[in-house]
C-alpha cells in the first residue's frame, strides 16, 4: 500500500505558469521528500522537508509541509519545458527504519 | 564521480527462467533498496538491506530473493520468472541515519519483459 498519495495525477500547463502538487500521507513521518523522473530514467532527488519543518525553498521548488493535515505540497515556479517529468512524494515514517515509501506520482507536462 | 549502476538495462525471458538483475554502487552506501515500478502503482519495494549479510523483504518480495556479500552489490533475482514480474526494476542506495532516512539515490532502472 501507498503511503503517499499524489494529486493531481497528471498537469498539463504552459511554459512560465507554476506547477503545483500534492502529496498527502497517513502515518507520522520523520521527513518527506520529493523526487523527480524523467522519461525512461531512474529518480532524482529534489528536496527534502523534516517533519519539524513547515516549508524549504531550493531554487524555483518551494516545499511545504503540514503534519497536522498529513499532506505537503511541491511548487514549481515559472516552468520551463525541462521540469516535464513525473514528480513523486516518498515518506520515511517515523518506525520504518530507513525506508521510504513512495507515492502513485504526479505526471507534469510544460507545454512550450 | 560516486554513482550507481544497473545491468542489463533491457532484458527479455521466458517465463520460468531464473534471471538476476545486478546493481553496483560506489557511494559506500550501507542501504539498498530493490523496487518495481507499474503503470498505477508507482515504485514498489521489493527487497532491501541494510548492509553486508543483511537482507529483508518488503512489499512485494514474494518470486524474488536478493544476497549482500559485499556493500557495494545487491543482485536481484527471479527464481523463476513469471508475466507478472514484467516491470521496469529500479536500484537505489542510501547512507544509514538514525532519526529518519536520507536521500537515496538510485540507479537508470532494468526493464524486464518476461513472455
Known amino acids: 500500500s501507498q503511503q503517499g498519495e499524489e494529486d493531481p495525477q497528471a498537469l498539463s500547463i504552459q511554459e512560465g505558469e507554476n506547477a503545483t502538487m500534492n502529496c498527502s500521507y497517513k502515518?507520522?513521518?520523520?521527513?518527506l521528500q520529493w523526487y523527480r523522473q524523467n522519461s525512461g530514467r531512474g529518480l532524482v532527488h529534489l528536496i527534502l522537508?523534516?517533519?519539524?519543518?513547515r516549508e524549504k525553498h531550493s531554487g524555483r521548488l518551494r516545499v511545504t509541509l503540514d503534519t497536522s493535515k498529513k499532506s505537503s505540497s511541491l511548487l514549481i515556479t515559472a516552468s520551463r519545458a525541462a521540469d516535464t517529468a513525473s514528480y513523486f512524494c516518498a515518506t520515511d515514517a517515523w518506525n520504518a527504519g530507513n525506508m521510504l515509501t513512495f507515492g502513485g506520482g504526479t505526471r507534469l507536462m510544460v507545454k512550450p | 564521480d560516486a554513482e550507481i549502476t544497473q545491468s542489463p538495462r533491457h532484458k527479455i525471458t521466458e517465463t520460468g527462467r531464473q534471471v538476476t538483475l545486478a546493481c553496483h554502487q560506489t557511494w559506500n552506501h550501507n542501504n539498498m533498496f530493490w523496487y518495481r515500478q507499474d503503470l498505477g502503482h508507482g515504485l514498489r519495494l521489493i527487497h532491501y538491506?541494510?548492509?553486508?549479510?543483511?537482507?529483508n523483504k518488503g512489499e512485494v518480495s514474494d518470486g524474488y530473493s536478493v544476497s549482500r556479500s559485499n556493500t557495494e552489490d545487491l543482485p536481484l533475482t527471479l527464481e523463476s520468472a513469471a508475466s507478472s514480474q514484467t516491470s521496469v526494476y529500479f536500484c537505489?542506495?542510501?547512507?544509514?541515519?538514525?532519526?529518519?532516512?536520507?536521500?537515496?539515490?538510485f540507479g537508470p532502472g532494468t526493464r524486464l519483459t518476461v513472455l
Open positions: 538491506s541494510y548492509g553486508v549479510q543483511d537482507t
Open positions: 537505489a542506495s542510501s547512507e544509514s541515519r538514525l532519526g529518519g532516512t536520507d536521500t537515496q539515490y
Open positions: 502515518t507520522s513521518i520523520n521527513n
Open positions: 522537508i523534516r517533519s519539524n519543518e
